[in-house]
């Protein structure tokens, strides 16, 4: 990684961190349109890490789905928020949900980050920005720290916008809980 793109990461994640801070929405303070809540979630095909090659939204009909954009691979608040998914993967299975990943880095930048911090979820390549476009969680060159849950029918039914990774995973969880209980 180059010093002036470790600056850049760097400089993002605290700006980031701020917004979260003062309870602003990054995607408010960065002028992103979000997609409806209770409407289908735009549709992808993502190159990805996974031996697949390609994942689509649509594989994972009949599933809930966790979708998490990121900014970059390797950096201080990505590696804890995708540890936390990690670790937190068995009660996400138990509730049938899958956990994807997405940010602009490349396949094999995710495949590294995976084996570097033993994650067993798939994470997928939007070096375009397209997706995150589509969601509402873009800001170029990378994808804000956005997360989506989809419900098996593929229906768009939470987002977390400007999220804390520390405990983030279990927020989604309990989101998960309520969601399904309804």
């Given at each position: 990684?180059t010093?002036?793109?470790?600056?850049?990461?760097?400089?993002?994640?605290f700006?980031?961190?701020?917004?979260?801070?003062?309870?602003l929405?990054?995607?408010?303070?960065?002028?992103?349109?979000?997609?409806?809540?209770?409407?289908?979630a735009?549709?992808?095909?993502?190159?990805?890490?996974s031996?697949?090659?390609?994942?689509?939204?649509?594989?994972?009909?009949?599933?809930?789905?966790?979708?998490?954009?990121?900014?970059?691979?390797?950096?201080?608040?990505?590696?804890?928020?995708?540890r936390?998914?990690?670790q937190?993967?068995?009660?996400?299975?138990?509730?049938?949900?899958?956990?994807?990943?997405?940010?602009?880095d490349?396949?094999?930048?995710?495949?590294?980050f995976c084996?570097?911090?033993?994650?067993?979820?798939?994470?997928?390549?939007?070096?375009?920005?397209?997706?995150?476009?589509?969601y509402?969680?873009?800001?170029?060159?990378m994808?804000?720290?956005?997360?989506?849950?989809?419900?098996?029918?593929?229906?768009?039914?939470?987002?977390?916008?400007?999220?804390?990774?520390?405990?983030?995973?279990?927020?989604?969880?309990?989101?998960?809980?309520?969601?399904?209980?309804?």
């Amino acid at each position: 990684m180059t010093l002036r793109r470790i600056v850049l990461v760097t400089c993002f994640s605290f700006i980031l961190s701020l917004l979260t801070l003062i309870n602003l929405p990054a995607a408010h303070a960065m002028g992103g349109t979000q997609p409806d809540i209770d409407q289908p979630a735009p549709a992808f095909t993502l190159p990805s890490n996974s031996d697949d090659g390609e994942i689509a939204l649509s594989d994972y009909l009949g599933q809930w789905v966790v979708l998490y954009f990121y900014p970059r691979d390797f950096t201080p608040g990505c590696t804890l928020e995708a540890r936390r998914f990690q670790q937190d993967l068995p009660e996400y299975q138990a509730r049938n949900a899958q956990i994807l990943g997405v940010s602009a880095d490349d396949v094999d930048s995710h495949a590294e980050f995976c084996d570097s911090e033993a994650l067993v979820f798939p994470l997928l390549s939007d070096p375009d920005g397209a997706v995150s476009q589509a969601y509402g969680s873009w800001m170029k060159p990378m994808s804000m720290r956005h997360t989506y849950v989809i419900d098996p029918e593929g229906i768009l039914k939470e987002r977390f916008l400007g999220v804390r990774p520390a405990i983030h995973s279990q927020e989604v969880l309990a989101r998960l809980d309520e969601l399904s209980a309804s």
